[in-house]
């Protein structure tokens, strides 16, 4: 069975998520692997305020990501709560959102360890639904419990909003305008994003998990995101 990360908060004891978790690298080459969007997204707290920090990359002439690549994005102003999006396509509706209990920068302050693991675990046991399909879920980071959360039926406007800004982007991190007022601040800070495209790893029916590709070519994934439904 694959190593776990060496933290006390990286206990993922899950069965499930145990049999989807890969070996994390070494200590030393995780320190020379953070300079992917997981670190552009840490480094939010030090922007100025008019700062529209966007990291995309261009257009290569060839292509670096497999067309079946999963789009994953986490937003969220700086003092609300963060929302996850996950799209087969970025210019399709998201097939799964979800505002996450936890604040944007509590989980920014999360990725200062490099290695982020959010899992969400549902506790429905009728299994008359695709796991994505399931409403009510256990979110769990870094393997401490943080709350729970249900799936939206409908996207909010400030979520429409985001989906419709960053409908041309398929990586990137930064700041964007709010819906309101067109301005780069509210009173809820500043609204910042970070898109991946994922590798999709399917364990069974009732286990999937999401690893962030990284554009630099950094060997391992810094971002892991597990969905686990009860037995």
Known sequence: MPTVHSSPYLQMDNPA???????????????SSSGGLLRMFKLFPMLTSGCKMVALLGRPKKPLLKDSATTGTIFGYRKGRVCLAIQDDPHCVPMFVIELPMLTSLLQKEMASDIVRIALESETKTHKKKLLEEFVWAVYC??????????????????????????????????????????????????????????????????????????????????????????
């Open 17 to 31: 998520i145990m049999s989807l978790l890969r070996p994390t690298p070494g200590e030393k080459h995780r320190k």
């Open 142 to 231: 870094n393997g401490r419990k943080v709350g729970y959360s249900i799936r939206r039926k409908q996207l909010s406007d400030d979520e429409l909003h985001v989906m419709q800004l960053l409908r041309g982007v398929s990586m990137g991190a930064g700041v964007l305008p709010s819906p309101n007022d067109k301005e780069t601040v509210t009173s809820d800070g500043e609204l910042t994003y970070m898109r991946a495209r994922f590798e999709k790893v399917v364990g069974s029916k009732d286990s999937e998990a999401l690893y962030m590709i990284n554009p630099d070519g950094a060997a391992g994934p810094e971002l892991s995101i597990f969905f686990v439904r009860a037995r």
